[in-house]
């Protein structure tokens, strides 16, 4: 069985970049429609409802976190990505498996860190998709790292939020948009 993702480094950047964005969107948009996908622990979730946000989806394909979530009190399903994910949103978000297969890498974790040889292959699926389900003027905020390669963010507008190096990498935090 898979475990539940441990907010680390990622988990708080992406946190704290909710934290500033949340609160310009919701004067613009009280009715702020958010998702997240790979809900993991929840940390995002309850960041986003701490702040106010009332519409709030989620999904992960760790059916233990979808439960953990759900006792949580959120909405959350089971989901490939966007594949049981069913309309748009003003906001949809990803702390994404984001590491270059890693052989040492345990099978249990390895859901929730490896996104395949490069490290984009779940990032790029999830950016062929994601386009499809942002409402007018709806924004994406993915977080990267500066180990994964091989990103293909096609036509999205970027624009680069927040850039934090620790010990062996550089995270980032994109604001994407069709
Ligand atoms: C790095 S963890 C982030 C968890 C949490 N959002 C956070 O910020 O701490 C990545 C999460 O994405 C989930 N995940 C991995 N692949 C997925 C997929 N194809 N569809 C949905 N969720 C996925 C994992 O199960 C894990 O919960």
Same mark, same amino acid.
Not at 17 to 21: D, G, T, Y
Not at 118 to 128: A, D, M, P, V, W
Not at 174 to 178: A, V, Y
């Given at each position: 069985m898979s475990e539940i993702y441990s907010p680390l480094d990622d988990s708080f950047l992406l946190s704290k970049?909710?934290? *500033?964005?949340i609160p310009k969107l919701l004067i613009s948009n009280p009715n702020l429609k958010f998702l997240e996908i790979g809900a993991g622990s929840g940390i995002q979730l309850k960041t986003a409802?701490?702040?106010?946000?009332?519409?709030i989806y989620s999904c992960d394909i760790n059916y233990t976190a979808v439960k953990h979530c759900k006792k949580l009190g959120f909405n959350c399903i089971k989901s490939d990505l966007f594949n049981n994910i069913e309309g748009k949103f003003d906001l949809i978000i990803f702390n994404p498996p984001y590491l270059p297969e890693n052989k040492k890498e345990p099978e249990n974790s390895r859901i929730s860190t490896t996104g395949g040889k490069?490290?984009?292959?779940? +990032?790029?699926?999830? #950016?062929?998709q994601a386009k499809y389900h942002?409402?007018?003027?709806?924004? +994406?905020?993915?977080?990267?790292?500066?180990?994964?390669?091989g990103v293909k963010f096609d036509n999205y507008m970027k624009k680069l939020l927040k850039k934090r190096k620790f010990f062996y990498e550089e995270l980032y935090i #994109? *604001?994407?948009?069709?």
């Open positions: 970049v909710l934290k *500033e964005q409802r701490d702040l106010g946000v009332k519409y490069t490290g984009s292959e779940i +990032i790029n699926r999830f #950016l062929k942002l409402n007018k003027n709806g924004k +994406i905020l993915l977080l990267i790292s500066s180990l994964t390669k #994109l *604001e994407l948009s069709n």
